[in-house]
């Protein structure tokens, strides 16, 4: 008996050893489990190929988007960049013929350069990788097919295969929403203009009038969002506008009765009224997939849009939080991030624009971050609403003794930790027994006019007394450095291969606009501009000399140990992003039709399509003359500035040391130049167009 034990010991071990494991997924925090997956029905995954030649790929990215160099605009084909990147052929084989084995036909995948396309049963995606499918439903309803438990992948082919998307991934609330205030007595915006289009080309002296016919065209990234054609053509209608080119293509999640708008909305509207007469794809990704996904899909576009605008992201450490932690996945966050780092230097390659949206919660973030930036005691409920404007502690730590994380409340309310804890009814109970052992202080949460929650305490911090309710830990918050990062930094807009795009708020004296700051919660706006420095992404050579005059002459610099001034800094330009008009369906039973209720909003998701539209038209002038469109636009950007200052419009007022909810004592303050809370500036249309003809010899 002993001996068949022992055998059958070495087999398993060596049938197991023939198989490397990809995934070891878990449940998800935000998602619920309806139930196994029927084997009938379809999933779609990518098995991403290891590329080569990719450091080929990433000096032909800085030539051709360097106004100095000899190759400046000579952008390459698709093939071109195929060629170049292509996974070895015998890889290639070698997965595909697995592939095969498992029982797939040429009809259930596509072979490109760099990755295979697979959409088969459910059945046979769970014997290739040796796993299950489940169905889970996300908090807007949305259903979705992901594995629960390990994955796996034969040894052989094991090395030829970087990792594979679309088995585990959760995409949940990853994106910059447009925020609007949900209390009429948030702030008096009485002297706020409200922004719409023709605001935002009278003091960009944008001319939009006369695009002249080209092939050129926009585009949208849409996530677990759509827009309404009634809002669109309500908003055109009402201001006047001309009617908008467009097509909508990809994931409608109107017919599913669950998903977002707003967002959607806000894109399509302003980047057609600044991008007036452009055609515009506007393009919804499938549940599930992430800023990869969308990168890989738009490089296969035939004529893809040559400038796109992306409002959404999430911390670049916890890319995978939103897929409920890669390490269980097979890949990392900073893979997650190289991989599609590399996808988005493609399509600069090809020659076109990427923006995007920095992020609506400061240098501390709030989503994906750790929490772990010590709240500024003299602001306390900086949004209002509060019983108290003064709380001499107001901020708890809550620890996991069992396994040692912590969460920190409430700055950390929307990170991974806080999440998982404060649902459990240990920790509820863990939270009342330290109020009433510390009755004394009046410990109370308080809620602001937006719903967020405060905690107020009439004595200081070291005078509160810890409490312990099975294996939780509720103590005042002290700072330590070794407890998570200070600032998070937010990815896409952390990349060095897009355009960063940050906030501003408008200033009026005697009813016209004066100048413009840094939006945030604490001069009336309703969301803080992101921007600092990235975790591990190096600093492009383009930026150096702007990022080290900022370190070395701003006199509010926070913390050595809050950030690294080697990686890169973002954003790179701003754009305004307070008080926008939009115009969103309220017709439950069919969003894309009226009746539509016009609102304002605010959010660097304003600001990254309404940029966006803005170089269209420069791409438009370009083209008409015969040149080659902008391409990726970092380079000239940073060299504009030195060399023609007048293009900006220089910010040199307001913070982001807060979110949209909570301040932090540490955070970046705007000065003459570039700074991580404005970048270079926002943009004077006229400027840049007579700069980059010139730049282009036209």
């Known amino acids: 008996m002993k001996g068949i034990l022992a055998l ?23 998602y619920s489990q309806l139930g196994k997956a029927e084997t009938t029905h379809s999933i779609n995954f990518k098995v991403l190929l290891n590329q080569r030649n990719l450091d080929v790929l990433d000096q032909t990215f800085w030539d051709v988007s360097n106004p100095k160099h000899e190759r400046y605009g000579q952008f390459l084909t698709r093939s071109e960049v195929d060629r170049m990147v292509a996974a070895d052929p015998q890889s290639v084989q070698r997965v595909v013929n697995w592939l095969f084995s498992e029982g797939l036909t040429a009809n259930d995948i596509q072979i490109f350069a760099d990755f295979i396309a697979v959409r088969t049963k459910v059945s046979i995606a769970e014997r290739i990788f040796e796993t299950s499918f489940f169905e889970f439903q996300s908090p807007k309803g949305k259903k979705i097919l992901r594995i629960k438990g390990e994955a796996s992948v034969p040894n052989h082919i094991a090395d030829d295969i970087d990792f594979v ?36 080309e009278d003091y960009y002296d944008i001319d939009n009038k006369n695009v002249p016919p080209t092939s050129n065209i926009q585009g949208i990234a849409a996530f677990d969002d759509f827009f309404s054609k009634g809002a669109l053509d309500q908003f055109v209608s009402e201001l006047g506008l001309s009617t908008p080119n467009y097509a909508r293509i990809g994931y409608d999640c109107f017919l599913y009765g669950s998903c977002d708008q707003f967002e959607s909305d806000l894109d399509i509207q302003y980047i057609t009224s600044i991008g007036s007469g452009i055609p515009t794809l506007f393009l919804a990704q499938q549940p599930g997939d992430w800023i990869l996904d969308w990168a890989i899909e738009v490089y296969q576009i035939n004529g893809p849009p040559l400038v796109n605008s992306i409002s959404y992201g999430w911390s670049e450490l916890e890319q995978c939080e939103i897929t409920e932690g890669c390490q269980t996945f097979g890949y990392t966050s900073t893979q997650y991030v190289n991989r599609t780092n590399v996808q988005l230097a493609k399509l600069g390659t090809l020659g076109i624009t990427v923006t995007v949206s920095d992020g609506d ?71 009342q027994n330290f109020v009433s052992q510390n009755s004394q202080c009046d410990i109370a949460v308080e809620t602001d006019l937006e719903g967020n929650p405060h905690i107020y305490s009439s004595c200081d911090c070291n005078n509160l007394q810890s409490v312990t309710f099975h294996r939780f830990e509720v103590a005042a918050y002290v700072f330590y450095v070794q407890n998570g990062p200070v600032f998070t930094a937010e990815y896409p807009a952390s990349s060095p291969y897009i355009t960063s795009v940050g906030a501003t708020q408008f ?6 606009i004066s100048y413009e700051m840094g939006a945030s919660i604490l001069t ?34 926070p913390p050595n140990f809050a950030y690294n001034g ?48 803005m170089i269209s038209l420069i791409n438009s002038q370009l083209l008409s003359k015969g040149a080659s469109p902008l391409g990726p636009l970092n380079q000239l950007l940073y060299q504009m500035s030195s060399e023609f200052p007048d293009a900006f419009h220089d910010i040199t007022e307001g913070n982001n040391r807060c979110n949209r909810a909570y301040c932090c004592n540490y955070g970046w303050t705007a000065m003459s130049g570039w700074d991580p809370v404005s970048g270079l500036g926002t943009p004077d249309y006229g400027m840049f167009l007579k700069y980059i003809l010139q730049q282009k010899g036209l």
Do not use: W
């Open 361 to 431: 919660d400061g240098a501390p973030s709030l989503g994906g971050s750790s929490g772990n930036c010590p709240l500024d005691q003299s602001l306390y409920c900086p949004v209002g609403g509060c019983n108290h404007t003064r709380s001499y502690c107001s901020e708890l730590t809550i620890t996991n003794q069992r396994n040692g994380s912590a969460c920190f409340f409430p700055m950390g309310l929307a990170s991974s930790v806080c999440g998982d804890m404060l649902g459990d009814s240990d920790v509820q109970q863990a939270l």
């Open 524 to 557: 009336g706006a309703i969301i803080t501009t992101g921007g600092g420095f990235s975790s591990f992404q190096p600093q492009p050579s383009f930026q150096s000399d702007a990022v080290t005059y900022f370190l070395q002459n701003s006199n509010a610099l």
């Open 507 to 512: 200033v009026a004296q005697g009813g016209r």
């Open 8 to 30: 059958l010991c070495i087999i398993f071990a060596v049938g197991f050893a023939q198989r490397t494991l990809i995934a070891n997924n878990i449940s998800p925090r935000t």
């Open 566 to 613: 080697n990686m890169r800094a973002y954003p790179d330009v701003s754009f305004s992003g307070h008080h926008y008009y939009i115009m969103t369906s309220n017709n439950s039973n069919n969003y894309d039709q009226c009746p539509c209720q016009g609102l304002t909003v605010d959010g660097t998701s304003c600001s990254s399509p309404s940029f966006a539209g």
């Open 165 to 200: 998307v679309g088995l585990s991934e959760f995409l949940a609330d990853a994106h910059h929403t447009p925020v609007k205030s949900s209390s009429p007595n948030r702030a008096n915006l009485g002297s706020d203009p409200v922004v719409v289009p023709s605001v935002l």
